[in-house]
């Protein structure tokens, strides 16, 4: 494992043997494929856009296969078009077949599940503000491969129904004086998930939610790029108890 931890502001050496310098280094024969990302969004997709702009600027080893939306047309999604990224509608809402445009053409559970399994090839699953639940099939089926992000310090502030705005506006009314994004594995409940990685920022007795998400959403665009990164890298090992340790490249 190279680098040094991550998780905690204890510095750990790698254990892992230094490369040879000697060795070769890689040659066009050698390059592996990258890591295929699924990444799903419901809204602005300012993560998957932070995540993407890692990916371009070399600092993530991977490609975006597909993007998924319960929201075709979302920001996201517009994003995902506009970088000739393919585009996937799940689940089938009301909106959407209210929509001439998009009618018919959402997945079932099991054809998203075949569809990110068999025709993208998604090694890892990327949720990017996306507000719907998973197929569980999909949940089990990228075990310790799909993370999420949450706009509080999990495990306060999380749960079904605390998304979006609701989490700041909880967070505001609460009084706690600190908050900040977690990044966690996904597992079959909501919010639930072993945490990778959390930043703090300061929530003042005079912030708006507006003000407090703003903050936030800040530092998401940090650390999420960095723990998928860390991700399609194998950067992140377990704890014998399940509590993941992200290590740093380097
Ligand atoms: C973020 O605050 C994220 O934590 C939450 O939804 C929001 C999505 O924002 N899950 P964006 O679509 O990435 O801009």
Redesign the pocket.
């Known amino acids: 494992m190279p680098g040094s931890l991550l998780t905690s502001g204890r510095e750990v050496t790698s254990r892992a043997a230094p490369p040879s310098p000697t060795s070769p280094g890689p040659t066009t024969a050698d390059a592996a494929p990258k890591p295929r990302l699924a990444v799903f969004?419901?809204?602005?997709?300012?993560?998957?856009t932070a995540i993407h702009a890692g990916i371009l600027a070399g600092d993530i080893n991977a490609e975006v296969a597909v993007v998924v939306s319960d929201v075709p047309g979302c920001?996201?999604w517009k994003y995902a078009e506009a970088h000739d990224i393919p585009t996937v509608i799940y689940p089938k809402t009301k909106r959407v077949e209210a929509d001439v445009q998009w009618a018919g053409q959402a997945l079932s559970p099991d054809a998203l599940v075949a569809a990110m399994k068999d025709t993208y090839k998604a090694d890892f699953v990327v949720l990017?503000?996306y507000l719907k639940l998973i197929p569980e099939g999909l949940v089990r089926g990228y075990k310790h491969a799909m993370v999420?992000?949450?706009?509080a310090l999990l495990p306060s502030f999380g749960g079904h129904g605390c998304?979006?705005s609701k989490v700041h506006e909880k967070v505001v009314a609460s009084g706690v004086r600190f908050t900040g994004?977690t990044v966690h594995f996904v597992d079959e409940e909501y919010d639930t998930g072993a945490i990778i990685a959390q930043r703090v920022v300061p929530v003042y007795p005079t912030d708006t939610p507006t003000q407090v998400?703003k903050r936030?959403?800040k530092q998401?665009h940090q650390v999420y790029p960095e723990v998928v990164s860390a991700l399609v890298d194998g950067r992140i090992t377990f704890r014998e108890d399940g509590v993941p340790i992200m290590w740093s490249a380097h």
């Open positions: 969004v419901s809204g602005g997709g300012s993560n998957f920001g996201g990017a503000g999420n992000i949450h706009p998304y979006g994004p998400a936030v959403l998401e």
